[in-house]
């Protein structure tokens, strides 16, 4: 690998490499560090691509591109540093491009992966006993307590919380109408201390909400709380309760998912109240370990038990 590095590429590949390095010097005016970055990337794939028998740059295709993003996969980098080879490379054809050498870009088409977005640590059951911990009497503290109780006690989105309206909330069959992703209604289940706090939020709510206004929950203003300010909320009774893990709606989504799952085993249910549309979706939301699968499969599965050998 290190001879590759000092080994120059054969002409056809390295003279077009060196005019639009000059093109970057002199006219795009880009900093040194992103020249270097480019001339890296770009030399790299330059001999991967000649070791694979392609001759200039002009033959590589969108199959080419795809599998040197393919090859920088394999060797472990990470999506932000494939996104910038692949950036360098599609620069690069557009500059041919412009020089009349290519017609299309090849690389126009392939992109990195999106680097997923790791999931909250939920809270564990004693933190969240700790933060809903309020017994302050005051109107806001309830509406607070009430928001918090609902989000873990029904595993509601954010904008599902706030979008609630009083006529969607039902004491007397213990659920309430939820406008889900996709505009997709669904109904879900809450009873205990989730119907105890937003009835008791009900009985102050008249002091804050303005006449015409539906929502179940308003600000001091009067209005349909924001979502902004359910997050702010949510943070400082988080600081207030000395919870050591920063609390945020979607952590208590999450927790609520995780306890569900650890408590039920059913991964249908979880599904559902969570409104996925996708099984796949509540495994990863939840990190489900597939062994817990296979062992639930084990102890349930009439054909999954081996026969005793005599």
Same mark, same amino acid.
């Given at each position: 690998? &290190?001879a590759?590095?000092?080994?120059?590429?054969?002409?056809?590949?390295? @003279?077009?490499?060196?005019?639009?390095?000059?093109?970057?010097?002199?006219? &795009?005016?880009?900093?040194?560090?992103?020249?270097?970055?480019?001339?890296?990337?770009?030399?790299?794939m330059?001999?991967?691509?000649?070791?694979?028998?392609?001759?200039?740059?002009?033959?590589?295709d969108?199959?080419?591109?795809?599998?040197?993003?393919?090859?920088? %996969?394999?060797?472990?980098?990470?999506?932000?540093?494939?996104?910038? *080879?692949?950036s360098s490379?599609?620069? =690069?054809?557009?500059?041919?491009?412009?020089?009349?050498?290519?017609?299309?870009?090849?690389?126009? #088409?392939?992109?990195?992966?999106?680097?997923? *977005?790791?999931?909250?640590?939920?809270?564990?059951?004693?933190?969240?006993? @700790?933060?809903? !911990?309020?017994?302050?009497?005051?109107?806001?503290?309830v509406? !607070?307590?009430?928001?918090?109780?609902? %989000?873990? #006690?029904?595993?509601?989105?954010?904008?599902?919380?706030?979008?609630?309206?009083?006529?969607?909330?039902? =004491?007397?069959?213990?659920e309430?109408?939820?406008? #889900?992703?996709? !505009?997709?209604?669904?109904?879900?289940?809450?009873?205990?201390?989730?119907?105890?706090?937003?009835? &008791?939020? %009900?009985?102050?709510?008249?002091q804050?909400?303005?006449?015409?206004?539906?929502?179940?929950?308003?600000?001091?203003?009067?209005?349909?709380?924001?979502?902004?300010?359910?997050?702010?909320r949510?943070?400082?009774?988080?600081?207030?309760?000395?919870?050591?893990?920063?609390?945020?709606?979607?952590?208590?989504?999450?927790? =609520?998912?995780?306890?569900?799952?650890?408590?039920?085993?059913?991964?249908?249910?979880? @599904?559902?109240?969570?409104?996925?549309?996708?099984i796949?979706?509540? @495994?990863?939301?939840?990190?489900?370990? =597939?062994?817990?699968?296979?062992?639930?499969?084990?102890?349930?599965h009439?054909?999954?038990?081996?026969?005793? &050998?005599?």
């Amino acid at each position: 690998m &290190k001879a590759d590095a000092v080994t120059p590429l054969p002409r056809a590949l390295q @003279q077009p490499l060196e005019r639009f390095y000059e093109y970057l010097r002199s006219e &795009k005016g880009l900093s040194l560090h992103t020249q270097r970055n480019y001339k890296q990337q770009l030399e790299t794939m330059g001999h991967h691509l000649h070791e694979l028998g392609v001759k200039g740059w002009i033959d590589v295709d969108a199959g080419w591109v795809r599998q040197l993003a393919s090859k920088g %996969m394999r060797e472990g980098m990470k999506s932000s540093s494939l996104a910038t *080879r692949l950036s360098s490379l599609r620069s =690069f054809f557009d500059f041919l491009i412009l020089r009349g050498d290519m017609n299309a870009n090849p690389a126009r #088409g392939v992109s990195a992966p999106r680097k997923q *977005r790791p999931l909250p640590k939920n809270l564990d059951v004693d933190e969240v006993a @700790q933060l809903l !911990d309020v017994n302050e009497d005051d109107p806001l503290s309830v509406r !607070d307590r009430a928001i918090m109780e609902l %989000m873990y #006690g029904a595993g509601l989105r954010l904008a599902e919380l706030v979008s609630i309206n009083i006529r969607d909330v039902h =004491f007397r069959s213990e659920e309430i109408r939820v406008i #889900g992703k996709g !505009d997709k209604e669904r109904k879900v289940p809450f009873s205990g201390q989730a119907s105890e706090w937003v009835a &008791k939020w %009900m009985k102050l709510r008249s002091q804050f909400a303005q006449p015409s206004e539906p929502a179940l929950f308003v600000s001091k203003l009067g209005t349909r709380i924001s979502h902004r300010n359910v997050q702010k909320r949510m943070l400082e009774w988080g600081q207030k309760q000395s919870v050591s893990s920063h609390i945020s709606p979607h952590k208590l989504r999450h927790s =609520f998912a995780t306890h569900m799952l650890e408590s039920s085993n059913n991964l249908r249910a979880v @599904q559902e109240l969570l409104g996925h549309e996708n099984i796949s979706t509540t @495994q990863i939301y939840t990190h489900l370990d =597939f062994q817990h699968l296979a062992q639930a499969y084990d102890q349930a599965h009439p054909r999954a038990h081996k026969k005793n &050998k005599d």
